[in-house]
């Protein structure tokens, strides 16, 4: 069965100061499939990221990057020099690669970053 | 921009009303999702939906149905309701096929008293 573990709950940081989000996963598939997601207090998640298995290449976006480890089965989300704009909770989320399959999501981690 | 939108943001019942939660999708998508979320437990998915009139069963669908008439709709159903579906209801579309990113709606606040 496929999991997503995302260990911290909650994390406060000061503003300018970087964060990383970890993400672990579970799955049997070789091919699959891995998402981040950001959830504002407004409610409606926005959709970050989405990175396939054989891309172990890290990301980078602005402030934003990811770093997909398979060794590790790990997916961390790093904000370098936060802002209060980035408090919000992420998720972390695995998809099968075969078939139309709903994405599962891990619990999230809920940031906050402090003026 | 895709666009989900929920019929309401805030909703209050009382026990053992029939509520009906309504989700509208504009961009054409095949998939369509409910979830609720509760402090601590994440996004659970409850029914998701690959085409009108089919269903499919998530992680915890006890106590609710859907229906999908429309393609652009898809609406979720706790028949009798109970204190303890108070919750974060989110609905979610998507293309079909392998791994489409999801877009979200605004979701609703339900409070069962």
């Known amino acids: 069965a496929q999991k997503v573990t995302q260990a911290q709950t909650e994390i406060s940081v000061v503003e300018k100061e970087d964060v990383t989000l970890d993400c672990v996963y579970e799955?049997?598939?070789?091919?699959?499939?891995l998402f981040w997601y950001k959830q504002p207090p407004s409610g409606e998640l926005v959709f970050l990221i989405r990175r396939n298995s054989f891309d172990e290449q890290n990301e980078i976006s602005g402030r934003y990057s990811w770093n997909f480890q398979k060794s590790t089965s790990s997916f961390n989300f790093t904000i370098t020099a936060s802002q209060v704009v980035d408090s919000a909770v992420y998720f972390c989320a695995l998809s099968e690669a075969l078939g139309n399959t709903p994405l599962v999501f891990g619990k999230g981690t809920r940031l906050s970053v402090i003026a | 921009d895709v666009k989900v939108t929920q019929s309401s943001r805030y909703l209050v019942k009382r026990t053992g009303e029939k509520v009906f939660l309504e989700c509208v999708q504009d961009?054409?998508?095949?998939?369509m999702f409910w979830y609720r979320q509760d402090p601590g437990l994440g996004l659970r998915l409850i029914y998701f939906s690959y085409d009108v009139k089919m269903k499919e069963k998530g992680d915890i669908p006890e106590g609710y149905s859907v229906s999908r008439e429309k393609k652009e709709r898809f609406s979720l159903i706790l028949e009798s309701a109970s204190t303890n579906q108070t919750s974060m209801y989110l609905c979610?579309?998507?293309?079909?096929?392998?791994?489409?990113?999801?877009?979200f709606g605004p979701g609703t606040r339900l409070t069962v008293t």
């Open positions: 799955t049997r598939d070789t091919t699959y499939y």
């Open positions: 979610a579309s998507s293309l079909m096929g392998v791994a489409y990113e999801q877009y």
């Open positions: 961009m054409d998508h095949e998939n």
